[in-house]
């Protein structure tokens, strides 16, 4: 198959605290999996990516883990800041290019 | 450069009419996807286009959803006598096409149907 869960569906943190969000898939083919930040009423934007070649990967205070034995990938999100909150989704790709997403976390960050 | 563009933003339409949803990607993008995302979900796969090559149109949810695409540019999406269910914000993304590998999407700001 080719879903992907994704957990929590809400997340409320204090800024500067981090925040992870988790996504367990099932096709065990799949060897993308992106990241996107949706904010109110605008488009999703890739925040990162990994592909499943590597383990980890990091960009400034966002980071994806990945574990391909487990079929989870986790964002990771530290320091964070007023301007975090947004909705993310996860995606994993199908073979067939396009991307199965998950349901979405709306990450609240409070000042 | 320029990103995804669609339109109209903001479509309204009355059960049982037609419309036409219209999406430009980014130039040179030879992958284009449509997405549906309805109020407070994820995003729903509907048809992928990449080059000459057939369809993948796997996602598209009964035969009154249909899409279209000249070349490697402009796609309509297509969705005959509507319904409320239809409602929701219809996301267009493009992507290189590189072979080989999944490549990154980029989304436009999407059309908002809103079916009375």
């Known amino acids: ?111 | 450069g320029a990103g995804v563009s669609q339109s109209p933003s903001n479509k309204v339409t009355e059960k049982g009419k037609d419309v036409e949803l219209r999406c430009d990607p980014i130039s040179g993008h030879t992958a284009l996807y449509w997405y549906r995302q309805r109020l407070g979900q994820g995003l729903e796969f509907l048809i992928y286009f990449q080059g000459n090559s057939a369809p993948d149109k796997s996602g598209l949810p009964s035969d009154r959803f249909s899409a279209e695409r000249t070349g490697e540019s402009v796609s309509t999406l297509t969705i005959q006598r509507t319904q409320q269910e239809d409602s929701a914000v219809y996301l267009c993304a493009s992507s290189p096409g590189l072979a080989g590998s999944t490549d990154t999407q980029y989304f436009g700001p999407g059309t908002r149907l809103t079916v009375l």
Do not use: M
């Open chain 1, 1 to 111: 198959g080719e879903n992907v869960e994704q957990h929590p569906s809400t997340l409320s943190v204090q800024e500067g605290d981090s925040a992870v969000i988790k996504c367990t898939y099932s096709d065990s083919a799949s060897n993308y999996f992106p990241w996107y930040k949706q904010e109110l009423g605008k488009r999703p934007q890739l925040i990162i990516d990994i592909r499943s070649n590597v383990g980890e990967k990091k960009d400034q205070r966002i980071a994806v883990t990945l574990n391909k034995t487990a079929k989870h990938f986790s964002l990771h999100i530290t320091e964070t800041q007023p301007e975090d909150s947004a909705v993310y989704f996860c995606g994993q790709d199908t073979g067939r290019r396009a991307l199965t997403f998950g349901s979405g976390t709306r990450l609240q960050v409070q000042p």
